[in-house]
């Protein structure tokens, strides 16, 4: 079945610093989600990519759709404390649930 | 947005009890519903796929005599844990699609319920 790889598992970063959280999925998607969950919390829906090769910009974040429709990275500039959490992508083959990835944690030093 | 609550927040009960959790999507309509687990600091796994008027679609490896689906109208979802053992503690996350939403794929996710079964 479809499968969505999600890296780094942790990252540690210090306040300002950048981070970068990779998806690769084993089947071409539809379209692929991300999502942040903060700590004790459920997720969030963060943003929805759908074309090849899009890029998508959220503030300090930003979102990018490989031309295979098979990979995504989500992007933060300059990292904040508000950012800490954990961000999963999700994959969308059409007509099947999401599958997700196993999340990348972010905690930021400040 | 789209807003979906979950009820009980929170539930501790003894083993061999039942225990139900519903879902409801609070201003939009959702003809699909989706359950998920989640144990600490791992992933959201799918447990089954609810949909209105009709069986839910169960995933690998979950018992459906155990996980009770009932998706009984557009915007309520109940999950019954049947004979709760202290393994079936857990996170347990509904999400809804918004039929009307431009994004029809996005899933709006519930609060969550934890289940600690003594």
């Known amino acids: 079945g479809q499968q969505v790889m999600q890296i780094p598992q942790y990252q540690h970063v210090q306040e300002g610093e950048d981070f970068t959280t990779y998806c690769n999925s084993s089947t071409t998607l539809s379209n692929i989600q991300w999502y942040k969950q903060r700590p004790g919390g459920h997720p969030v829906f963060l943003i929805q990519?759908?074309?090849?090769?899009e890029v998508k910009k959220q503030k300090r974040l930003t979102f990018q759709f490989g031309e295979a429709k098979k990979n995504s990275s989500l992007h933060i500039t300059a990292t904040q404390t508000t950012d800490v959490g954990t961000y999963f992508c999700a994959g969308d083959s059409g007509n099947t649930p999401l599958v997700f990835g196993k999340g990348t944690r972010l905690s930021v030093i400040a | 947005g789209a807003v979906v609550s979950q009820h009980p927040s929170w539930v501790i009960c003894k083993s061999g009890t039942s225990v139900k959790i519903e879902c409801r999507s609070l201003d939009f309509q959702a003809t699909t519903m989706f359950w998920y687990r989640q144990f600490p600091k791992q992933s959201l796994m799918l447990m089954a796929t609810?949909?209105?008027?009709?069986?839910?679609?169960?995933e690998q490896g979950v018992e459906k005599d155990k996980f009770l689906i009932n998706h009984a109208s557009l915007t309520l979802s109940t999950l019954t844990v049947t004979s709760a053992h202290p393994e079936d503690s857990s996170f347990y996350i509904c999400?809804?699609?918004?039929?009307?939403?431009?994004?029809?794929?996005?899933?709006?996710f519930g609060p969550g319920t934890r289940l600690l079964v003594l």
């Open positions: 999400s809804a699609r918004d039929l009307k939403a431009a994004l029809q794929e996005t899933q709006y």
């Open positions: 609810s949909n209105e008027g009709s069986k839910a679609t169960y």
């Open positions: 990519l759908v074309k090849s090769g």
